[in-house]
């Protein structure tokens, strides 16, 4: 929530030079400023310095449990001679590839 937060105050700063466009809602009209490709390379750049670790969101437990999971199943993959998911999430599973291989 704080990253996003960081991206709509980019776009924010950015009001008046930008159209305001209007969507319908609940029969109501709502303006509304688009964020752009910038906005998000802008927060990207501030993130790190302004949130550091707060970025995280997850609990230092919740954090570790992850990364032990991540862990386990690159272990598991190398040893059934598969490639690891790039990152450990939810429904990731091995790809039945060789070990080396180019992941898509």
Request: charged share 25%; proline share 6%; with cysteine.
């Amino acid at each position: 929530m704080k990253y996003l937060t960081l991206i709509r105050s980019v776009a924010l700063l950015h009001q008046y030079q930008r159209p305001a466009k209007t969507v319908q809602h609940n029969g109501r009209a709502v303006e509304y400023i688009e964020v752009t490709l910038n906005d998000i390379a802008v927060a990207n750049r501030l993130a790190h310095e302004i949130l550091g670790r707060s970025l995280d969101e997850l609990p230092p437990q919740t954090r570790r449990l992850l990364l032990t999971v991540d862990e386990m199943v690159t272990a598991e993959c190398k040893r059934q001679k598969m490639n690891a998911p790039i990152t450990a999430s939810p429904g990731a599973t091995c790809a039945r590839r060789p070990a080396g291989a180019i992941r898509s």
